[in-house]
C-alpha cells in the first residue's frame, strides 16, 4: 500500500517489520536520547549565558511564561518554530543563529521536552545543544534571575 499524502510515498502505518524496532516508551526515549549529549544545571546554563558562551532558548507556551514569568536574556522561541528559529542556514533563523557551533540551551518547563528539543537541534547539526535539568522550575528554584512577564491585554489574547 502507498500512502500518497506522505513525502516517501510508502504506508508509515503498514510499513514492513523487517528491522523495525519495538515501540518505544516515553521515558525509554528520553533516557536514549539524553545519553548523546551532557545536560546541563541551571548555574552552568546561567554562567554559560552570562560569559557569551550560550544562547538560552525558552519554548515554553505563552500560559507558562505569562504565570511564572521569564529568564532574563533568553530567546522566547514556541516549541513548534524551534527547528525553523535555530537552523543558521534556515530562511526563517534568528539572528542568534550565526553557526552550528552555536551552543544552545533549551528550556521547557520541568527538563523534558527540551530533551527532545536538544536532539531535534542535534539532528540539524547543532551538536553543541543542550538542554536545562529540571528546565525553568530548577532555574526559579536555584534563586536565579526571573522577570515578570509583560502582562497582554485580554483583547490580544483573544485575537
Same mark, same amino acid.
Given at each position: 500500500?502507498? *500512502?500518497?499524502?506522505?513525502? $516517501? ?6 510499513? $514492513? @517489520? ?8 516515553? *521515558? ?8 548523546? +549529549? ?7 546554563? +546561567? ?7 550560550? %544562547? ?16 532574563? @536574556? ?7 518554530? %524551534?527547528?525553523?528559529?535555530?537552523? =543558521?542556514? @534556515? ?7 550565526? @553557526?552550528? *557551533? ?9 527538563? +523534558? ?27 526559579? $528554584? ?8 509583560? $502582562?497582554? =491585554? ?6
Amino acid at each position: 500500500m502507498n *500512502d500518497l499524502n506522505h513525502p $516517501s510515498g510508502t504506508d508509515v502505518h503498514h510499513a $514492513s @517489520g523487517a528491522g523495525e524496532e519495538p515501540p518505544t516508551g516515553i *521515558d525509554e526515549l528520553l533516557e536514549r536520547v539524553r545519553r548523546g +549529549y551532557v545536560r546541563v544545571g541551571p548555574r552552568e546554563a +546561567y554562567d554559560a549565558a552570562r560569559e557569551g558562551d550560550g %544562547l538560552l532558548v525558552d519554548i515554553r507556551y505563552a500560559a507558562l511564561r505569562e504565570r511564572d514569568g521569564l529568564i532574563p @536574556g533568553a530567546v522566547v522561541v514556541e516549541r513548534n518554530e %524551534l527547528e525553523w528559529r535555530l537552523d =543558521p542556514r @534556515g530562511s526563517h533563523h534568528l539572528p542568534e543563529a550565526t @553557526g552550528h *557551533d552555536l551552543r544552545v540551551v533549551v528550556i521547557c518547563n520541568e527538563g +523534558y521536552a527540551s530533551s527532545l528539543a536538544a536532539v531535534s537541534l542535534h539532528r540539524l547539526g547543532l551538536r553543541r545543544a543542550t538542554d536545562l535539568i529540571g528546565g525553568f522550575q530548577a532555574w526559579r $528554584s536555584a534563586g536565579l534571575p526571573v522577570a515578570a512577564a509583560p $502582562s497582554v =491585554p485580554a483583547e490580544a489574547r483573544e485575537a
